[in-house]
């Protein structure tokens, strides 16, 4: 007679091992999974609130911990630890970074969102100049692409970066840049031709000490290193051009595409954070003699606020397992970012409605979780924008459908 065993999940705090099982994933993904939320579970202190650092510092500290961790080691795949470096790794890495704490998520993404137009654009004298010190978790990066007159709109970027002999000459101002203020290195994207839109815009490595730049910084919501950054008559030499002059537009979309996804995979683990907590509150709350949780219309609540996640995290595992397997990462990865984070922000304001008003109390995990999640439906695109993407690739995909179907040989 057969016998039946049961295998034990392991406990990875902030994902869902049974999703793990799926056939998107391999093994290696499982095994970064236990590493990731074993990494978080290991630093509860850093989590804690009050926050023992103020932002920035805690964003610098963390980095460097992932670092000297491993857990950046697949951004200097020259270094011989190429592992992680997948999209579907960067998503659960994400979603377990996001469950802990928004900073780890932040110190973690805005580096792989920096190092990767390096990764696949860099010379092998940049990879080797700028890569094992940002995968050491030494040098910090920032992706500088937004202006005040260029976010959704990126082709209107306006900074110059003009050839003086063998140099370059950048002036103007690059807007809302995560981890400027503390990064070292940001990649920047400038105008090089007298073209207008898309065409003629290249991509810089500008080391934040350069004579003429300077850092406005910005407060927002959820505090962190973020701000402008003023370029005036930044000299670089013509080897801090990234990829050749007027594909900078190009590799900003790649990048972009590539990274919505990963955005979805942090509104998982926000929104995950969010579903336990309101369970955790519900099943403790005592009202009208009974649980909160016993209630119809709230354990209908807690049942939405499942069924969203689910379907969140599903999209996000199959858009990382489409962009993995070769599929044009646009659709797929709009698709997840727009969902996730759209059902993400309701989550988190049904957990701070489940709270009552315990959940407006500064600093407590609704109130936090409120505050961090807003961000996402706007950076890397607003909602409106993937939307944008994904009918655009509606038309294209049924354009192609009716040439196959009527543009057959007779
Ligand atoms: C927390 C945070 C971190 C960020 N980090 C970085 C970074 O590291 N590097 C960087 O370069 N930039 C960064 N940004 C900037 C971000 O990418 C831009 O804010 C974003 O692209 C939107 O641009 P915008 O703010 O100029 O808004 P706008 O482009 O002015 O858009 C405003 C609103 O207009 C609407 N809209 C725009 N386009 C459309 C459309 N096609 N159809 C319908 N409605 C539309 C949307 O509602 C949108 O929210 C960050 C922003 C935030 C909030």
New binding site residues.
């Given amino acids: 007679m057969a016998t039946t065993t049961t295998t034990a999940r392991p406990l990875l705090a902030g994902l869902d091992p049974t999703l793990l099982e799926l056939p998107f994933y391999e093994p290696q993904h499982a095994d970064l999974a236990a590493q990731v939320t074993a990494w978080t579970a290991n630093r509860a202190g850093l989590w804690r609130r009050p926050a023992p650092y103020p932002p920035s510092e805690l964003g610098r500290l963390v980095l460097r911990d992932l670092g000297e961790s491993g857990l950046l080691a697949f951004l200097d795949p020259d270094g011989g630890r190429a592992d992680g470096g997948d999209l579907r790794s960067l998503c659960l890495a994400r979603e377990a970074l996001a469950y802990a704490d928004d900073i780890a998520d932040y110190a973690f993404s ?1 580096q792989a ?2 190092a990767t137009p390096i990764l696949r654009h860099g010379t092998t004298a940049q990879r080797r100049r700028h890569l094992p010190g940002m995968a050491a978790g030494e040098v910090q990066a ?13 082709a209107a970027v306006t900074t110059r970066a003009d050839a003086d002999g063998a140099d370059w000459i950048l002036d103007g101002t ?7 203020g503390t990064a070292d290195l940001y990649a920047v ?1 400038a105008r090089t031709g007298q073209n207008t839109g898309a065409l003629g815009l290249s991509m810089f490595l500008v080391p934040a000490t350069t004579p003429g730049v300077r850092v406005e910084p910005v407060d ?1 919501l ?1 505090p ?1 290193a ?1 701000a402008h950054v003023h370029l005036n008559g930044v000299r670089l030499p013509g080897d801090a051009l990234l990829g050749r002059p007027g594909g900078g537009f190009p590799i900003a979309v790649e990048v972009l595409d590539l990274f919505r996804m990963t955005v979805g995979g942090a509104a998982v683990g926000f929104a995950r954070r969010a579903t336990h907590a309101a369970l955790g509150h519900s099943r403790r709350r005592q009202i009208y003699g009974g649980r909160l949780a016993d209630l119809g219309t709230v354990r209908a609540t807690l049942a939405d606020m499942e069924v969203q996640l689910t379907a969140a995290a599903l999209l996000v595992a199959r858009a990382a397992w489409e962009a993995d397997r070769g599929t044009r990462p646009a659709r797929h990865s709009a698709t997840a970012k727009l969902y996730a984070t759209e059902a993400a922000q309701r989550i988190v304001d049904d957990c701070v409605q489940l709270f009552g008003a315990a959940g407006l109390v500064a600093d407590s995990v609704p109130e936090r979780l409120y505050r961090q999640i807003r ?11 993937q ?2 993407v994904i009918a655009d690739s509606l038309d294209a995909r049924r354009a192609e459908r009716s040439s196959a179907v009527f543009d057959r040989p007779a």
Avoid: H, Q, T
């Fill in positions: 805005i969102l920096a920032a992706f500088a692409v937004s202006e005040p007159g260029a976010g959704s709109d990126l690059k807007a809302w840049i995560a981890n400027a994207l927002v959820a962190r973020f961000s996402l439906r706007i950076y890397e695109g607003a909602s409106e924008v939307r944008a």
